[in-house]
């Protein structure tokens, strides 16, 4: 059985058509394993979110492919018109902000996508529990996320990614709108998660003072996606 | 599962009632209007149904009395009684007067009829207070619309009259109250002019009028004899315009009230039309705030079904509610209205309907605006 969570193979992503068309993504070719935390880093503008979605399955690459644990979900075109329950059943989204459905309750948002899988109420609930024992906030399981802190509905967010079990996280710098002692808090989080669930995380950040927390670098140079070591960054 | 409607609704709950409240105001005009139409109707009936006349006989090429002028003889009641088939008839006349009340005269219309004839016009279970006339002159019985109360002294004409009844529920077929008086004194009311008029017409050359006419004679036709038949014989002898009971009813529901309930249809359709819109432009705000919340759940895999359900089941819900706070509005106020507005259960029913499909439609544009919301725009910030 393959380690391998996410695999990127000359993925290409234009915007425009003809003379007015620009390459984004340029051939990017990279792979996360399972239980890695893997910072992705760039200038802004240079298509980490891009990056992001396309892997998540929200954005269509122009070319390449894609391989989410040991499915092939692209190759050159989606090979599956569904490409929502493979984020539903797969991937976990981590945003900048909570974004937290403001008109349910803690415990509601955690159950919400495991109950549309499929799962019973009573089997959701449990699993939610669990994950908002583990992030210490079990006892704003009924309170709505207006009530919470911001660090708090961060970490509601994080389980609510978990809940359904996924194989790969996506975080879109998650700890944009967090004090530092809160980012340490939740990229340390992640990379236990990382080990724990045995999930590969991708997490999109500006903040160096993540990076030494991440166990590898990833960087987008020159619409290709390389590889730094920690000691290698100046400035992202 | 979840129920994100119910979710949603129960977080804005306060929000969302005020809303359906307001809605439900104008669904509840949209009951009134539909009421002052069927109001409209019953007036026109409720006259018709008192006298209860087999036959109407009017001036000759007219529909009167009520659709058009009618000029008839008085004494036709008595010929008439000639005509095989009739068993009764008398002479009535109607007219609008202006009864003087000291804050503002009372607009009403004066049905003239003989209380010593065959055909008695006032159904006697409407009398309230008092009786009917039994006098020939100065006797007038009053609608209780008209605020006037038995033994009060009436100035009209020449004469002062004394209200000797009272009645509820009499109205002419324009919804105006009806007052009752001796066919005499209608005519003298109707016919008879002013002492300077009268030396007026003389000096021009004009004959005083004829007096003793009425504006139309009803008759009432022996058993087993056809109405249709007997008005068709009073047609072609008398040269008499004569209508049945069911052709008056129409002459009244298509003439008299058919333009107003036209313009009644008209002004509901668009009520109707405009609740529609005004549900649409909620739903479609109510979504727009909601659209980065929709963008997360379309972006973490929740299915669009799932999220239409919500829009098109919130959508409902407020059609729903709107029209229980329409129905409740509307009984709170009907009865406010100067005329007669008559609530109905099928038209509350018909309109359940309307507001069902309305919601259905108005849910469209919001379900257009989940099916387009871009997940990657919950990426970002």
């Given at each position: 059985?393959?380690?391998?969570?996410?695999?990127?193979?000359?993925?290409?992503?234009?915007?425009?058509?003809?003379?007015?068309?620009?390459?984004?993504?340029?051939?990017?070719?990279?792979?996360?394993?399972?239980?890695?935390?893997?910072?992705?880093?760039?200038?802004?503008?240079?298509?980490?979110?891009?990056?992001?979605?396309?892997?998540?399955?929200?954005?269509?690459?122009?070319?390449?492919?894609?391989?989410?644990?040991?499915?092939?979900?692209?190759?050159?075109?989606?090979?599956?018109?569904?490409?929502?329950?493979?984020?539903?059943?797969?991937?976990?989204?981590?945003?900048?902000?909570?974004?937290?459905?403001?008109?349910?309750?803690?415990?509601?948002?955690?159950?919400?996508?495991?109950?549309?899988?499929?799962?019973?109420?009573?089997?959701?609930?449990?699993?939610?529990?669990?994950?908002?024992?583990?992030?210490?906030?079990?006892?704003?399981?009924?309170?709505?996320?207006?009530?919470?802190?911001?660090?708090?509905?961060?970490?509601?967010?994080?389980?609510?990614?978990?809940?359904?079990?996924?194989?790969?996280?996506l975080a879109d710098e998650p700890t944009a709108a967090l004090d530092l002692t809160r980012s340490i808090d939740v990229v340390k989080m992640l990379k236990k998660i990382a080990i724990d669930q045995n999930v590969a995380v991708?997490?999109?950040?500006?903040?160096?003072?993540?990076?030494?927390?991440?166990?590898?670098?990833?960087?987008?140079?020159?619409?290709?996606?390389?590889?730094?070591?920690?000691?290698?960054?100046?400035?992202? | 599962?979840?129920?994100?409607?119910?979710?949603?609704?129960?977080?804005?709950?306060?929000?969302?009632?005020?809303?359906?409240?307001?809605?439900?105001?104008?669904?509840?005009?949209?009951?009134?209007?539909?009421?002052?139409?069927?109001?409209?109707?019953?007036?026109?009936?409720?006259?018709?149904?008192?006298?209860?006349?087999?036959?109407?006989?009017?001036?000759?090429?007219?529909?009167?009395?009520?659709?058009?002028?009618?000029?008839?003889?008085?004494?036709?009641?008595?010929?008439?009684?000639?005509?095989?088939?009739?068993?009764?008839?008398?002479?009535?006349?109607?007219?609008?007067?202006?009864?003087?009340?000291?804050?503002?005269?009372?607009?009403?219309?004066?049905?003239?009829?003989?209380?010593?004839?065959?055909?008695?016009?006032?159904?006697?279970?409407?009398?309230?207070?008092?009786?009917?006339?039994?006098?020939?002159?100065?006797?007038?019985?009053?609608?209780?619309?008209?605020?006037?109360?038995?033994?009060?002294?009436?100035?009209?004409?020449?004469?002062?009259?004394?209200?000797?009844?009272?009645?509820?529920?009499?109205?002419?077929?324009?919804?105006?109250?009806?007052?009752?008086?001796?066919?005499?004194?209608?005519?003298?009311?109707?016919?008879?002019?002013?002492?300077?008029?009268?030396?007026?017409?003389?000096?021009?050359?004009?004959?005083?009028?004829?007096?003793?006419?009425?504006?139309?004679?009803?008759?009432?036709?022996?058993?087993?004899?056809?109405?249709?038949?007997?008005?068709?014989?009073?047609?072609?002898?008398?040269?008499?315009?004569?209508?049945?009971?069911?052709?008056?009813?129409?002459?009244?529901?298509?003439?008299?009230?058919?333009?107003?309930?036209?313009?009644?249809?008209?002004?509901?359709?668009?009520?109707?039309?405009?609740?529609?819109?005004?549900?649409?432009?909620?739903?479609?705000?109510?979504?727009?705030?909601?659209?980065?919340?929709?963008?997360?759940?379309?972006?973490?895999?929740?299915?669009?079904?799932?999220?239409?359900?919500?829009?098109?089941?919130?959508?409902?819900?407020?059609?729903?509610?709107?029209?229980?706070?329409?129905?409740?509005?509307?009984?709170?106020?009907?009865?406010?209205?100067?005329?007669?507005?008559?609530?109905?259960?099928?038209?509350?029913?018909?309109?359940?309907?309307?507001?069902?499909?309305?919601?259905?439609?108005?849910?469209?544009?919001?379900?257009?605006?989940?099916?387009?919301?871009?997940?990657?725009?919950?990426?970002?910030?």
């Amino acid at each position: 059985m393959s380690t391998q969570s996410i695999k990127v193979e000359n993925l290409v992503k234009t915007f425009g058509q003809g003379e007015n068309s620009i390459n984004v993504i340029d051939g990017a070719s990279f792979s996360v394993e399972k239980g890695e935390l893997v910072a992705l880093i760039a200038p802004s503008g240079a298509g980490k979110t891009t990056l992001l979605m396309m892997i998540g399955c929200v954005q269509e690459p122009t070319s390449g492919q894609i391989y989410l644990g040991d499915e092939k979900v692209y190759d050159n075109k989606w090979l599956t018109r569904e490409t929502r329950k493979i984020r539903r059943e797969k991937i976990g989204f981590i945003f900048q902000a909570h974004y937290l459905i403001p008109f349910l309750t803690v415990l509601e948002n955690v159950t919400l996508l495991p109950q549309t899988n499929g799962k019973s109420k009573l089997e959701a609930n449990t699993k939610a529990m669990e994950l908002l024992t583990y992030f210490d906030i079990a006892d704003k399981a009924h309170s709505m996320p207006s009530s919470l802190s911001g660090g708090q509905n961060q970490r509601v967010a994080i389980a609510r990614a978990l809940a359904n079990n996924p194989e790969i996280i996506l975080a879109d710098e998650p700890t944009a709108a967090l004090d530092l002692t809160r980012s340490i808090d939740v990229v340390k989080m992640l990379k236990k998660i990382a080990i724990d669930q045995n999930v590969a995380v991708i997490m999109v950040t500006h903040d160096e003072a993540m990076l030494p927390l991440c166990d590898r670098i990833l960087k987008i140079d020159n619409k290709k996606v390389i590889s730094v070591a920690t000691k290698e960054i100046t400035s992202v | 599962m979840i129920n994100l409607a119910q979710k949603d609704i129960s977080h804005t709950f306060g929000k969302f009632i005020v809303t359906a409240m307001g809605v439900g105001m104008l669904l509840g005009i949209v009951l009134i209007m539909i009421g002052v139409y069927r109001g409209m109707i019953v007036d026109a009936e409720s006259l018709l149904t008192d006298i209860n006349a087999d036959l109407w006989i009017v001036q000759e090429g007219t529909i009167g009395p009520f659709a058009e002028a009618s000029r008839i003889p008085e004494d036709l009641k008595d010929s008439l009684k000639a005509v095989p088939g009739i068993d009764k008839s008398a002479a009535i006349t109607f007219q609008n007067i202006q009864l003087p009340k000291k804050t503002k005269p009372v607009r009403v219309v004066a049905v003239g009829f003989n209380p010593f004839g065959d055909i008695n016009p006032l159904n006697l279970t409407r009398i309230i207070a008092g009786r009917n006339i039994n006098k020939s002159h100065y006797e007038i019985v009053v609608s209780a619309k008209t605020g006037f109360k038995l033994k009060d002294k009436i100035p009209l004409g020449r004469n002062i009259y004394n209200v000797v009844g009272v009645t509820k529920g009499t109205v002419s077929s324009s919804g105006d109250p009806l007052i009752f008086i001796s066919l005499k004194d209608a005519q003298e009311l109707q016919f008879s002019y002013s002492n300077n008029r009268i030396r007026n017409d003389r000096y021009r050359g004009i004959k005083n009028i004829e007096s003793h006419i009425a504006n139309a004679i009803i008759a009432t036709v022996k058993a087993g004899y056809s109405a249709e038949l007997v008005a068709q014989h009073i047609n072609e002898t008398q040269y008499k315009s004569v209508f049945t009971y069911q052709q008056q009813h129409t002459i009244l529901v298509k003439n008299v009230v058919e333009t107003a309930s036209k313009q009644i249809g008209l002004f509901t359709a668009i009520l109707v039309v405009v609740s529609t819109i005004i549900i649409a432009l909620i739903i479609y705000t109510m979504t727009l705030e909601k659209i980065k919340e929709i963008a997360i759940m379309k972006l973490i895999g929740i299915p669009n079904s799932m999220i239409i359900k919500m829009i098109v089941q919130e959508t409902l819900l407020l059609g729903l509610l709107a029209f229980v706070f329409g129905n409740i509005f509307s009984h709170l106020i009907y009865s406010k209205f100067p005329k007669r507005v008559v609530l109905e259960a099928p038209d509350a029913l018909s309109l359940f309907f309307v507001i069902l499909i309305a919601s259905i439609l108005a849910s469209f544009i919001g379900v257009k605006k989940v099916i387009s919301a871009d997940p990657s725009t919950a990426i970002g910030g």
